[in-house]
């Protein structure tokens, strides 16, 4: 099981890109697959998050709240920066509001979930990233209808749901964090609490090449057949995450993070929320049917985008900025 595990973590980054790839052929040839895999994505997810989490000693994350250069720098690269930088690239897609919503719903809201998977990945400091998830989370709640009255106007505001991130932020976030806090509890009591813990973590790999496979599954035949009209938002989505990578690095160079540090505040700048906002824009009035493809299509982009970034990232702060 070992040697299996080693293998897995040494060929991660060929295991994504086959998920993605098994996803799309699924999801193409079966068309009907879509619905019971969309319904499967946040059971995934969390799965993957209770995974993640177990890797993380919960006697550092106090600590890791507490480094205040991180957690001001995230909240500036997310809620200043990304701002300006979104609505400058939708202003591409400005002439079709239903397009508009889309990008902006997906780009203002930073990640929750798998951000801290890729973090990790890539060397960067997933700690610090799972202890800045509640203040995340929040302050995008509040945040978000805000930037939507700026960006789009208040008419449209009153039309949205908030309730799902409520929802999302308890079934794939405290639920997986409270279920692995009492497993690392149960492990250092316990030879089966360790033996749950061991299989968990060596479970890490499938389970993010299962949950891309699943997604991208989901998803792949509603973006395909509505391409022509998704086609606009693809370049906004590829010009915001080959974008953040440098603004992510610059502002944690002026901080003074380390390069862990540099690594988490460029996947969180570059990854955003997709899954959790989905469900609040499936509610949208129906003359926004398309906007959840459009989000859908950035979930597709960012995840080619992230395969590629566990390489890269490590690469770029360590040879420019150590």
Same mark, same amino acid.
């Given at each position: ?218 998803? %792949?035949?509603?973006?395909? /057949?509505?391409?022509? &009209? !998704?086609?606009?938002?693809?370049? @906004?989505?590829? *010009?915001? #995450? =080959? ?21 988490? %505040?460029?996947?969180?700048? /570059?990854?955003?929320? &997709? !899954?959790?906002?989905?469900?609040? @824009?499936?509610? *949208?009035? #129906? =003359? ?35």
């Amino acid at each position: 099981m070992r040697k299996t595990m080693e293998w897995m973590e040494r060929q991660q980054v060929a295991l994504f890109v086959a998920g993605l790839a098994i996803g799309a052929i699924i999801g193409l040839a079966w068309p009907a697959v879509a619905h019971p895999a969309e319904l499967a994505i946040q059971p995934m997810l969390a799965l993957l998050l209770y995974a993640t989490f177990l890797g993380i000693p919960f006697g550092r994350i106090g600590q890791a709240f507490r480094d205040w250069r991180f957690l001001a720098t995230l909240l500036v690269v997310n809620f200043a920066l990304v701002p300006a930088i979104a609505w400058l690239l939708s202003r591409i897609v400005a002439h079709d509001q239903v397009l508009l919503v889309g990008v902006l719903f997906v780009l203002l809201t930073p990640c929750i979930d798998y951000v801290i998977v890729f973090a990790g990945l890539a060397g960067g400091d997933e700690e610090k990233l799972l202890a800045a998830t509640p203040l995340l989370m929040l302050t995008q709640m509040v945040l978000l209808p805000l930037y939507l009255w700026l960006f789009v106007g208040a008419e449209f505001v009153e039309s949205v749901e908030f309730a799902p991130f409520v929802e999302a932020f308890v079934l794939i976030i405290a639920v997986p964090l409270v279920a692995a806090a009492l497993t690392q509890l149960a492990a250092a009591r316990w030879r089966i609490g360790k033996m749950v813990e061991r299989i968990a973590l060596g479970a890490m790999v499938p389970l993010m090449v299962a949950t891309l496979a699943v997604v991208v599954s989901s998803q %792949i035949a509603g973006v395909s /057949a509505e391409f022509g &009209s !998704l086609l606009l938002a693809v370049p @906004v989505y590829v *010009l915001f #995450a =080959a974008v953040m990578v440098p603004v992510g690095i610059l502002a944690g160079r002026v901080a003074g993070l380390d390069a862990p540090g540099r690594r988490a %505040i460029v996947f969180s700048g /570059a990854t955003r929320n &997709s !899954l959790v906002v989905l469900p609040l @824009v499936l509610a *949208l009035p #129906a =003359a926004f049917d398309l906007a959840p493809l459009v989000v859908v299509t950035q979930t597709l982009v960012e995840l080619v985008a992230m395969v590629v970034f566990v390489r890269l990232v490590p690469k770029v702060v360590r040879t420019t900025l150590n």
